[in-house]
């Protein structure tokens, strides 16, 4: 007996097109405004961000009156080396880069190590008064360091420790922000498991964070290496309220005095202000992979 036409389902023929397939080219097309305009946006905020840099380049090339010339040349004529040669022979320029990259290199440094054995400490010990010594951390970023500023100074002065070379690193030896990640990225991307393994095998605490936890730790140590150099390397108000000796002061604050010069001195300033930019983009570069890795990580798992 054969089946009731109801019942009988009918399959397509091999090759015949499905309904979904006749939607595919409306909905493709549909969605080239989309990316145009989206594309679009990407390009404005890219000139946007890129025009200064590439105005700061081609004024340093050109001599003083040519600066401010309207219309605006992209292309300095003539080009000219003075600009640099003035900076570099005039003014303690390489003082200032040297006071600056050092301090914070080393800055970095130690905040990346104190930031993570920080982290490794919150994130898996258990100890008394851990809540609230993390309670009290983390209440920190919301504490402007203007308001801690003349505090700090007066506890480096009377401490004996008002060297620059010294002094320049302290605020960012220990961020609640940098201790803040390394402990959520601990707990997300290292397991108990391996922890234990490890002290099964015999290696102390400290053995474990050096040679266990600290290479996992490769990703968000090189995007936090990325934001503490530049916070450490870009500071303004630490460094203005500590230092007096012109041959001290760190870039920002040796830009600053041909900047608030009687004549503005832009032919200096903007030569400055591309060579110091020269470190922050060496260290992108060479921890670009970590940061976006890190970046890619924390969104993953966040």
């Given at each position: 007996m054969s089946a009731p036409a109801t019942e009988r389902t009918e399959r397509p023929a091999a090759g015949a097109a499905r309904p979904t397939d006749r939607r595919t080219g409306p909905r493709r097309r549909s969605g080239i405004p989309g990316r145009l305009a989206l594309y679009g946006t990407l390009t404005v905020l890219a000139l946007v961000f890129v025009a200064p840099m590439v105005w700061a380049v081609s004024g340093s090339f050109k001599p003083r009156g040519d600066i401010f010339e309207y219309p605006p040349k992209l292309l300095p004529d003539p080009a000219t080396l003075d600009n640099f040669r003035s900076l570099l022979s005039d003014q303690p320029f390489w003082h200032w880069f040297a006071v600056s990259v050092v301090t914070a290199g080393l800055g970095t440094a130690v905040a990346v190590f104190v930031c993570a054995m920080a982290g490794f400490a919150f994130a898996k010990y258990r100890f008394a008064g851990k809540r609230l010594l993390f309670n009290v951390m983390f209440s920190s970023l919301s504490v402007p360091f203007a308001v801690i500023v003349v505090p700090l100074f007066i506890l480096v002065v009377k401490s004996g420790l008002s060297n620059p070379w010294f002094a320049l690193t302290v605020p960012w030896v220990a961020p609640a922000f940098g201790i803040f990640m390394m402990q959520q990225y601990i707990i997300q991307s290292i397991p108990d498991e391996i922890i234990e393994a490890a002290r099964i095998d015999g290696a102390g605490e400290f053995g474990i964070f050096l040679r266990v936890v600290l290479p996992l730790l490769r990703p968000s140590l090189g995007a936090l290496a990325v934001w503490q150099f530049l916070q450490s390397?870009?500071?303004?108000?630490?460094?203005?309220?500590?230092?007096?000796?012109?041959?001290?002061?760190?870039?920002p604050l040796g830009l600053n005095i041909l900047f608030r010069a009687e004549q503005r001195q832009f032919d200096l300033v903007l030569p400055g202000a591309v060579l110091a930019s020269v470190p922050t983009i060496l260290v992108f570069l060479l921890l670009r992979k970590q940061l976006l890795e890190g970046l890619s990580t924390g969104a993953v798992k966040g």
């Open positions: 390397y870009n500071s303004f108000m630490w460094p203005l309220v500590l230092i007096s000796d012109v041959d001290h002061y760190t870039l």
